[in-house]
């Protein structure tokens, strides 16, 4: 029978049927069935990683003592005027911190991108200085300048603080830890300008200051948001440099290390964990809200803008980011230095007894080993987690209902503070009837808390490489019968080689340096050297303490310059394509 004879046959042709039915029953591929697989083992980590612990937090905050209501313990420590204190200098702290660093890091942005001053690199290079050091170095630079043997200290008081330690060291330092990170926010945001609208305000014979704020200022006005709410997220949720300068300044996060390292309470180290945990909640759903409402800054016929030279802007502009940059060196060089004198003040003679009185009598050469495994482990292991499961999300099909669940869990961890994390990963991992239990102070927990810490930020890298990959080529192998490995192997993975190795890096940096997520976790045999800086801050070893945090710092470089030489033997192999002229 013909296609049209059968297509017109009437009821009794039954013939169609019996053809056309045995096609239905599709097999599904190997293929397919293996993606599925692993996206379920992508959600079960997060679940087990960040879902889990944090409604453990919950049950134990909401735990019944003694009888009474689940609520009381909200209820007693609401009633307590150490919450309301913390909390109040938790918000006005990094109120402060965030109106001091947004605008000195927008105008180092605005002098990067718009001004044709010299040294741009180098100036750029030394504002990442503080992202290769735990945020306790700050903290102990501050120490050794204005302390109460500082060098500068009459400077300090002179200028009308009672000292160092409290609120002002707290923003100082806080500053300089946060300036990294709301730069490179701000250098996106003024970086996306198109020159044509620039050009059309000249030709109305538009001023340059209202340019500045009819053209510039709204262009970037999703960036400044942005870098706000990165500011305000992490001086509200950073523990360290509170704990080192705080002094009788209680913040919620020194509430928590209190509550839970000196009190032992864990209801109400859990319930202060909550109220850690607003505020960043708060900002992560804002951030989201104003992401959804920024349109695009570039379109298809944009022009890119660039400036022009202007002796008078350039050398304001130059002597600007020159303070800027001192102060920075001061910061981090007065660490360098203070490690190396023998005893401060007394005698500044460079010498390596704080290095040997770290690495050999406090033994804590082990706890160097322990950070740089734990970073080796989370660079390998985080980063290929993290590209599986972006992969599985953009380049396969599947599971449609499960894939919005799993895009939701990987931004969360954007949201949870290290503190809260780690805390809940003692509720979780430690209770008996858990079989997961064994894991509990070992080091597979530390890379587990550290991967889900920081893996919205890789995710978000990953996802962002493969979205410019065109599904094109994936159609295409399977038109062709080309099997996807080899397609994943010749084509995706070459691609995503560099942005790869920048997400380990990214990995194996925060590892090193890390402390709130990790500072409830660690044993004897796991400690960590971000970890034994605190330690040996409390007990009044500071000299040591700023020999191990340049040690990290030191080997964080080292590590960057590795993957920086590796970057363009990668780029090298597998990127000339990128430039056909070659």
Not at 244 to 269: E, H, M, P, S, W
Not at 278 to 291: E, G, K, M, N, R
Not at 498 to 513: E, G, K, W
């Amino acid at each position: 029978m013909s296609l049209a004879a059968a297509t017109h046959a009437g009821p009794s042709a039954t013939a169609a049927p019996a053809v056309v039915a045995p096609a239905l029953k599709q097999r599904v591929h190997w293929v397919d069935r293996l993606a599925n697989r692993a996206l379920l083992g992508t959600v079960a980590l997060l679940a087990i990683g960040l879902v889990a612990p944090l409604l453990a937090i919950l049950s134990k905050a909401l735990e019944a003592p003694e009888g009474a209501a689940g609520h009381s313990a909200f209820a007693a420590y609401l009633a307590s005027p150490a919450l309301l204190q913390s909390l109040w200098h938790s918000t006005w702290v990094s109120l402060l911190t965030t109106a001091i660093v947004v605008p000195l890091a927008f105008t180092f942005a605005y002098a990067l991108t718009r001004s044709c001053m010299p040294f741009k690199p180098l100036f750029r290079t030394v504002t990442l200085l503080p992202l290769l050091a735990p945020s306790l170095l700050s903290a102990i630079s501050l120490i050794y300048w204005f302390g109460n043997q500082g060098m500068a200290k009459s400077l300090w008081l002179g200028l009308g603080f009672d000292g160092i330690y409290g609120a002002s060291g707290i923003v100082l330092a806080e500053c300089f830890a946060v300036f990294p990170h709301v730069l490179m926010i701000l250098v996106t945001a003024l970086t996306l300008a198109d020159a044509r609208l620039y050009e059309a305000a000249d030709a109305l014979g538009t001023s340059t200051l209202r340019k500045f704020f009819t053209i510039t200022l709204p262009g970037a006005k999703y960036g400044l948001i942005s870098a706000a709410l990165v500011s305000f997220t992490l001086v509200m949720t950073d523990f360290g440099i509170p704990k080192v300068v705080g002094g009788n300044f209680n913040v919620l996060a020194t509430d928590v290390f209190k509550l839970v390292i000196g009190q032992q309470d864990f209801q109400r180290g859990a319930v202060v964990a909550l109220f850690l945990l607003t505020p960043a909640a708060l900002t992560f759903a804002i951030d989201y809200f104003v992401q959804r409402r920024q349109v695009s800054a570039l379109s298809a016929r944009a022009v890119a803008l660039q400036p022009r030279p202007s002796r008078r802007f350039d050398a304001g502009m130059t002597a600007y980011c020159l303070v800027i940059v001192a102060l920075m060196l001061a910061m981090f060089g007065m660490a360098v230095f203070a490690s190396f004198a023998r005893m401060w003040p007394y005698n500044l003679t460079p010498s390596l007894a704080h290095y040997v009185s770290g690495l050999v009598d406090a033994e804590l050469g082990a706890a160097m080993v322990n950070s740089l495994k734990l970073a080796a482990c989370t660079a390998v292991i985080g980063t290929v987690v993290v590209f599986i499961g972006a992969y599985l999300l953009e380049k396969t099909h599947g599971l449609a209902g499960v894939r919005p669940l799993i895009r939701l869990m990987a931004m969360l961890p954007m949201a949870v503070p290290g503190l809260v994390l780690g805390l809940g990963y003692i509720f979780f991992f430690n209770a008996p009837a858990n079989p997961l239990n064994g894991m509990y102070q070992t080091l597979a927990i530390l890379v587990l808390c550290t991967i889900i810490h920081f893996y919205t930020t890789g995710h978000l890298t990953m996802v962002t490489a493969l979205k410019a990959i065109d599904p094109e080529f994936e159609s295409v192998s399977a038109s062709l019968k080309v099997p996807f490995y080899k397609t994943f192997w010749r084509v995706t993975l070459p691609i995503c080689l560099p942005t790869l190795l920048d997400v380990s890096r990214y990995f194996f940096i925060n590892a090193m340096t890390t402390i709130s997520a990790v500072v409830f976790l660690y044993s004897p045999d796991t400690k960590l050297a971000s970890v034994a800086i605190l330690n040996l801050d409390e007990a009044g070893d500071t000299g040591p303490a700023a020999a191990m945090a340049v040690l990290i710092a030191g080997t964080s470089l080292v590590v960057t310059l590795l993957y920086m030489a590796l970057g363009k033997f990668v780029e090298r192999r597998t990127q000339r394509w990128r430039n056909p002229s070659r």
